[in-house]
């Protein structure tokens, strides 16, 4: 999965557009020698909760189109948001996908209301790590109530080309960790890295995921 490292110039909520991504790995379309160019090698789908596709563009760059397409018409790409934290399926070997804009100057905050999965973004052009991101919307465990806290209700899953899970963790905060495990064993946060502009599969109904600014406060 990819996403939007930049937000939009002039976006207030940290999104992006179609508009904000270039598609690149091939030699552009040369109108006078009739040859290069891309035809819809590289699509881009965007997913529900469910993992169902509710959209896809293709880009094209020939004798007819330089721009997004969808269901065979040229889209306005300027229309086609990318979300704060948002993530898509992308298809393009051989190609690749990078985007430009402005980086927030806000942390990007997710709540998650939906029960099934959802593709979430490292939106930022840096990478980040799990021990940047703060997981919240929940009463944190207090140790003399023995009471609140979470175990495990928010996961985040990392996923292969095909689509199938390569690593899976879960954050608890109850009265044996306060931390990210995976497979039931505590693990060092600091080590699992979500690149800039690639995108994980996120599930935690009810609460909220907060991805920090690069940008270091005044």
Do not use: C, H, R
Not at 180 to 192: E, I, L, N, Q, R
Request: hydrophobic share 40%.
């Amino acid at each position: 999965m990819k996403a939007a490292s930049f937000e939009s110039i002039g976006a207030a909520d940290g999104s992006a557009t179609l508009a904000d991504i270039k598609i690149t790995g091939y030699d552009p379309y040369d109108e006078e020698e009739d040859e290069g160019g891309t035809s819809g090698q590289f699509s881009i789908q965007f997913l529900n909760a469910s993992g169902k596709m509710t959209a896809n563009y293709q880009w094209f760059d020939d004798d007819v189109t330089t721009g997004w397409k969808s269901a065979g018409a040229v889209v306005d790409a300027s229309t086609v948001k990318l979300s704060a934290a948002g993530a898509v399926w992308t298809k393009g070997a051989g190609l690749s996908m990078t985007s430009s804009g402005a980086v927030s100057d806000a942390d990007i905050v997710k709540n998650f209301a939906a029960t099934g999965f959802e593709a979430v973004g490292n939106t930022t052009p840096v990478d980040l790590t799990l021990a940047d991101l703060a997981v919240t919307g929940y009463e944190p465990y207090d140790e003399i109530e023995d009471e609140g806290g979470t175990s495990g209700q928010f996961s985040i899953q990392f996923l292969n080309a095909q689509g199938k899970m390569t690593a899976n963790y879960q954050w608890f905060d109850d009265d044996v960790t306060t931390g990210w495990k995976s497979g039931g064993a505590v693990v060092d946060a600091t080590t699992v890295t979500i690149p800039a502009g690639t995108g994980v599969w996120v599930k935690g109904a009810g609460l909220t995921l907060t991805i920090p600014t690069p940008i270091p406060a005044p």
